[in-house]
Nanobody
Framework: EVQLVESGGGLVQPGGSLRLSCAAS????????MSWVRQAPGKGLEWVSA????????IYADSVKGRFTISRDNAKNTLYLQINSLKPEDTAVYYC????????????WGQGTQVTVSS
């Protein structure tokens, strides 16, 4: 059974930083592209970033480019998102998701971790 468990969210002041983690199990982690997706209050899902299986290719939404860094440790089956220079508009639930290339969909999702940016 695929499991994705996010952690690391919290309340942070504008300009602050957080590192989100996603512990994966139940599949060969290194074989899959992984993504971070967020949902702000009252809004739809917004894709944030993705990283390929060996970590050599990373891509970002324009809204977070230069402030967020995605990475992974395949030995630990863990995905990370380093978030710097946080803004109030970054407030959202952050989900990690497994990308199924053959179907071009995210086929597994974690439960999410809340990030709140407020002074």
């Amino acid at each position: 059974e695929v499991q994705l468990v996010e952690s690391g969210g919290g309340l942070v002041q504008p300009g602050g930083s957080l590192r989100l983690s996603c512990a994966a199990s139940g599949f060969t982690f290194s074989s899959y592209t992984m993504s971070w997706v967020r949902q702000a209050p009252g809004k739809g899902l917004e894709w944030v970033s993705a990283i390929d299986g060996d970590g050599g290719v990373t891509i970002y939404a324009d809204s977070v480019k230069g402030r967020f860094t995605i990475s992974r440790d395949n030995a630990k089956n863990t995905l990370y998102l380093q978030i710097n220079s946080l803004k109030p508009e970054d407030t959202a639930v952050y989900y990690c998701a497994k990308w199924l290339t053959s179907a071009s969909v995210h086929d597994s999702w974690g439960q999410g971790t809340q990030v709140t940016v407020s002074s």
